[in-house]
């Protein structure tokens, strides 16, 4: 870690850190304007700088929007008072830009150039030719939502609910199977059994007794889950199925439609982690950072409530994955999708991944079968640059990690 590095403050946040996550050097100077500079997003990279590294200083410069007069006086102040100092020109607006190209004819300065998306990078050093090459970077789904101002809560599935396990993997793709042999059923059974199992709590031990008059064809869902050994002690009768759940993760599957979607689409990237370098599952977004631990969990009770109301409703969001600092927000639908899963989708990915985000929504069924006005849906997909992978029950685990992996902003 050393020396001075100048940064042309930019509205994508990721545009700011290249240096820092590079080179972790002493001393950082942001120089931008007042309508960009904005104190929630200074904050925001001030909390993201503490956590990849806590040592170096970050100075702030505010510079007039529409006054080259200004904008040459402060990065001549700049170039004489840090004659070695590093000029990164990724962010930054037009006015500054030019100011640089006046003080760079009279000043030999070093400048630099790090593509957020590709790791590429440029040098331009006085008296050089230009070289380039590519950096390995990479930022966490944490750290990536803290640089966008927001906070991943407690109750993040990562965090709250799943532990993945080699046997917890191996599980999901086994309870995977059954569901794509089921297809549409899967959905059907899940939501009676999750009825039943309200109804008919179980007993200390977790052992549940259900009457098989409220569980119809649900029974048969239960005989297969048996039959992979995802439940316990599973005995039946004319009236009545009796059993454990092998644990509370197969609970959690078995007994919310969409989750064993969303577990296969974690658990198919988690398989190439030199693409996918972080990745969360249930993520659960503070998207001002600021809330208490009793406000996360009021705000968490609140959300699982809304949830419920329909069946569009996204889950805050349902899959993120990091490609170096890159993220992809992924929206999954096991059953179907209207026109608010892809606005949702695109607030989201908007505020927390900016223009090098990609954004897919992973769906179970053919989009014809499960979208009102499948054409238009597709095409409104394709117009917000939304990925649409579906038909996921007929697709092999390859041919779904190749789908992930061409994923594009």
Known sequence: ???????????EALENVMCLLEYKPDHIIYLGYKVTMVTRKMKSLK?????????????FIEVQRDNLDSCI??????ADKYPDAFYELTGGG?????????????KNLKTLRIDPYTGLEVNMLPGHSPSQHRDKMKISVKENIILHGGLLTRQTGSYS?????????EDIRIIWDIARRLEHKWNRYCSIIEDVVKANPCDETGYYVLPKSSLGEAVALLGKLNGQGMLRDFTQDNKRVRFRFKNSSIKHIVTKTGN???????????????????????????????????????????YEKYMHSSYDTINEIDVVL????????????????????????????????????SKALAMALPLESSANGSSFFRERAKEMHIWVIDNIYHLTDEELLNKLIKLQP
């Open 1 to 11: 870690m050393g020396g001075t590095y100048v940064e042309f403050f930019s509205d």
């Open 47 to 59: 909390q993201f700088a503490g956590i990849v590294s806590p040592k170096t200083k970050l100075e």
């Open 73 to 78: 006086k402060s990065l001549s102040e700049i």
């Open 94 to 106: 037009e006015m500054l830009l030019i100011a640089f190209g006046f003080i760079s004819a009279t």
């Open 161 to 169: 609910t799943w532990s993945f396990t080699t046997e917890f993997k």
């Open 260 to 302: 064993i979607l969303e577990l296969h689409v974690y658990e198919v990237a988690s398989r190439a982690p030199e693409i996918f370098t972080d990745q969360i599952i249930g993520a659960m977004i503070d998207w001002n950072g600021d809330k208490t631990e009793t406000e996360k969990a009021d705000f968490a009770s609140a």
């Open 322 to 357: 990091m490609r170096s600092t890159a993220p992809i927000f992924i929206s999954c639908k096991s059953g179907k999708a209207g026109s608010n899963a892809l606005h949702e989708l695109e607030t989201v990915t908007r505020r927390f991944g900016g223009k090098y985000a």
